[in-house]
């Protein structure tokens, strides 16, 4: 099993892990972020160039440095592998650089939009990126699309990760959808309309990284942050019923599938149960849900424990 150093912590993994997952095995600040891979979507990763490490030492066999920043998470660990993340001040201003780039088009409406308090665009650029722009010419801007009743296609958004089209690729049978265009032509295609016609099409909300795809029966009705989320279950004969439930007092204002601290759903949840099951009667709560991801949405809120004790 290769031995691979990240920061300074040395760790054993099993053979084709990459950089990333060797990261995040480790945890703690080495981890590098990632905005477009995504642990359960086969072709995920290798377009945002968030994840951008420096290699210093190969391997044991050649212990040459990587020329270039590479992006960790297409990156195999090799055997003696050194890697520097946050510790190294050019993956750093590497990343600095990133933001930028994918701050170019996006508009800076967070105060408006629904995903903020656990974007992770926001958050990257809380951490990363600098205040103001150097782009002066004009950004390009798109209509909001209705894709059928639950979901809101805000183009202007989208930062080309990918991730929706993975996902709907995993969850059709024929692909019928993805990214027209190149360069800075490139969209997100409507096409994907068809392609999400799916009892589980709302999955494209939850992956998509930033306030592109939004949930219509949610938009606008709270913020996250006002929002208790609490861990939830219900039968469902089409997918495993368990769920995070948004409440307010006893509404429950969204479902959502659950996800860990890279953000990330393992189980994927249905349409029925996502926006069809709003009632509290609907579920049985299990109780509050722990938000591992920082972000705005794990301020200000209940310890777990204090709510087993009260
Ligand atoms: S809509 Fe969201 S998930 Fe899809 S490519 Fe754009 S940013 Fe990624
Ligand atoms: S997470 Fe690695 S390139 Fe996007």
């Not at 590497?94 to 967070?110: I, M, Q, S, T, Y």
């Not at 939009?113 to 103001?132: M, P, T, V």
């Amino acid at each position: 099993m290769p031995k691979v150093t990240i920061d300074g912590h040395t760790i054993e993994v099993a053979d084709g892990t990459t950089i990333l997952q060797a990261a995040r095995q480790i945890g703690g600040e080495c981890v590098p972020p990632a905005m477009c891979f995504y642990t359960s979507l086969k072709g995920s990763g290798g377009k945002c160039r968030t994840c951008l490490v420096k290699v210093s030492k190969g391997s044991e066999k050649d212990p040459r440095p990587m020329p270039k920043l590479v992006a960790s998470c297409q990156t195999m660990v090799m055997d003696g592998m050194e890697v520097a993340s946050k510790s190294s001040e050019e993956v750093v201003n590497a990343r600095k650089g990133v933001v930028e780039f994918l701050l170019l088009n996006h508009p800076l409406d967070c105060p408006i939009c629904d995903q903020a308090g656990e974007c992770h665009l926001q958050d990257l650029a809380f951490e990363h990126g600098s205040a103001g722009t150097r782009y002066e010419f004009e950004r390009r801007t798109f209509e909001k699309i209705d894709i059928g009743p639950y979901i809101k296609l805000h183009m202007t958004r989208c930062i080309l990760c990918y991730r929706c089209v993975y996902t709907a690729n995993q969850i059709t049978d024929n692909r019928v959808h993805g990214i027209i265009g190149r360069g800075d032509h490139s969209e997100i295609s409507t096409f994907i309309e068809k392609a999400i016609d799916n009892d589980f099409s709302g999955n494209v909300i939850d992956v998509c990284p930033v306030g592109a795809l939004t949930d219509r029966t949610f938009r606008f009705k709270s913020r996250v942050w006002f929002l208790k989320p609490m861990d939830a279950h219900r039968e469902c004969d089409k997918c495993c019923g368990k769920t995070t439930a948004w409440m307010y007092g006893n509404e429950i204002y969204r479902i959502t599938a659950r996800k860990d601290k890279y953000g990330e759903v393992s189980e994927f949840i249905c349409n029925t149960c996502r926006f069809e099951k709003k009632g509290a009667n609907d579920w049985i709560i299990e109780g509050a849900r722990d938000i591992e991801k920082h972000s705005v949405i794990s301020q200000n809120h209940y310890v777990t424990e204090a709510l087993t004790v009260i």
